[in-house]
């Protein structure tokens, strides 16, 4: 399912397609003699833009099937075309599906970690690549994507909202519109680090709401919730909520990571 790293080629783990024509090696040439291109985790030397070193891409683990029809965690073995997790049955979540690229844990946290909190965007357009690829089977029935908002203080205070950087790079991938207002915050929350399970689910229940602006857009249509990380839900919960209080069809859920135990399987 997923691309091979920079060492492999012809694969490009970006995605992206090269200029063919003279202008375009000249221009390409140009910048990579200006700005040398680096390992977007490690930092170090590569041949090529937007990629990983063989070592940080080993170190990212990709969650691919089998796993949760309804929670996208991994399962140790298949049992069947749909598969529903212990955890999903227990608590069924109120979004239909969520996907993820990979666990929340080495090579892809400190992207991530990067991405948030030391603007390094230049790793925007290799998360668009896979969340493309991750989310592919979410792609054919939805009619739009819409990240999950910050509230205006923390927005203030990162310039960015991360979601609606990924919402807007997954945009162009898979043709399908942003609406990067459709859901807003309606209250400051405290931040989810730290925090349990349940309280997690106070903390963020009621925060969010769909503005009387937005309501044709997401009034029955099938809606791809964006993040960076799934931790317990809650939040993407919550945004379920707001979106289906406004009448959306459906809400699958799309982020770059995951966070989980690790996979054990026993013999």
């Not at 970006?14 to 291109?37: E, K, Q, V």
């Not at 230049?122 to 908002?149: I, M, T």
Request: positive net charge; contains cysteine; aromatic residues 6%.
């Amino acid at each position: 399912m997923w691309p091979r790293p920079p060492s492999a080629p012809p694969t490009n783990v970006s995605g992206r397609t090269s200029d063919p024509t003279l202008l375009g090696l000249l221009a390409t040439g140009l910048i990579d003699l200006m700005m040398p291109p680096v390992c977007l985790s490690c930092r170090e030397p590569l041949g090529s833009r937007d990629a990983l070193c063989a070592q940080c891409w080993a170190e990212v683990d990709f969650i691919s099937t089998p796993r949760c029809d309804r929670l996208g965690i991994a399962l140790p073995y298949a049992a069947g075309d749909i598969m529903v997790s212990a955890a999903a049955a227990a608590r069924p979540p109120r979004y239909a599906r969520a996907r993820a690229v990979g666990h929340y844990r080495g090579t892809l946290q400190r992207l991530i970690h990067g991405f948030k909190f030391r603007d390094h965007h230049d790793v925007r357009r290799l998360f668009g690549c896979w969340l493309h690829q991750a989310g592919n089977e979410l792609f054919a029935g939805a009619d739009l994507l819409v990240p999950v908002p910050l509230s205006r203080m923390r927005l203030l205070q990162r310039r960015f909202n991360q979601a609606a950087i990924l919402a807007r790079e997954l945009s162009q991938r898979s043709r399908l519109p942003v609406r990067t207002q459709g859901l807003v915050r309606t209250r400051w929350t405290e931040r989810q680090v730290g925090l349990t399970a349940e309280q997690r689910r106070l903390n963020v229940r009621g925060a969010f709401r769909v503005p009387a602006r937005e309501l044709p857009h997401i009034r029955g249509r099938r809606v791809i919730l964006i993040d960076d990380v799934i931790t317990t839900g809650a939040t993407a919960e919550a945004c379920t909520k707001a979106l289906q209080t406004a009448g959306a069809a459906e809400v699958d859920v799309l982020a770059v990571a995951l966070v989980s135990e690790p996979l054990r399987v026993t013999t």
